[in-house]
């Protein structure tokens, strides 16, 4: 599977976008890109998926390179409830059987009123 | 409306002193994992069940078992925790195991061995 690389922190000014990069040079054409969070002593959380076209839903959206090398989650009106450790995930579409996240070390965002 | 319920929240257990942690799961999902998560680490799996079908991962040590006696729950036995073994202990399940679904986590318990 392929590795992703992401900042440790970040800050984010509440009500402001939140703009949280992660990069996955080695991403084969068949590997998705999954972004979860964590929120102090929480389950981690879905966020969003995709595999090359930008997506969008209710929580945050989702901008995919065009050589899909790096991703980019956006929330975009922070709140205090958005302080989180985000994971992104790497997983091939057909896993070989199951459906295995591997998490990496994640971004911790803090957002600051 | 809680979907993936852990129980209890924290336990506390003694050295070489066999302890459970329980699962349940009102989604009738097929799969069940279980993860390990040590303090300011990432989430670790340990194994899964696809449905009856149990699947170990090669570094999860012989110490941790786990049972599934239906579809609702899931159970992860330790069987002789140590120190080490001290961790926050994930539950999650996912609707099928070769699709792209997304994995819906429990809150956790916390395991404490003294």
């Known amino acids: 599977d392929a590795k992703t690389t992401q900042p440790p922190s970040m800050d984010c000014a509440e009500g402001r976008a939140a703009n949280l990069p992660c990069n996955h040079s080695t991403i084969s054409g068949n590997e998705y890109v999954y972004w979860y969070r964590q929120i102090h002593s929480q389950g981690p959380q879905y966020i969003i998926h995709?595999?090359?076209n930008n997506e969008t839903n209710e929580m945050a959206s989702l901008i995919i390179t065009e050589d899909r090398k790096s991703s980019t989650l956006i929330l975009p009106h922070a709140t205090l409830r958005d302080t989180a450790v985000y994971y992104c995930i790497v997983r091939p579409m057909f896993s070989g059987g199951y459906n295995k996240l591997i998490f990496g070390a994640g971004t911790r965002l803090a957002v600051h009123p | 409306d809680a979907m993936v319920i852990q129980n209890p929240r924290y336990q506390v257990t003694q050295f070489g002193k066999p302890v459970t942690l329980s699962c349940s799961q009102t989604l009738n999902h097929n799969v069940m994992y279980w993860y390990q998560q040590k303090s300011s680490q990432a989430p670790k799996l340990l194994f899964h069940y696809y449905d009856k079908d149990f699947n170990n991962e090669a570094d999860t040590p012989d110490n941790f078992q786990s049972r599934r006696p239906n579809t609702s729950f899931c159970f992860l036995d330790i069987r002789s925790p140590g120190l080490g073994d001290a961790a926050m202990y994930l539950c999650a399940t996912s609707r099928d195991w070769d699709r792209v679904d997304e994995q819906y986590f429990g809150p956790g318990t916390r395991l404490t061995v003294t």
């Open positions: 995709g595999l090359k």
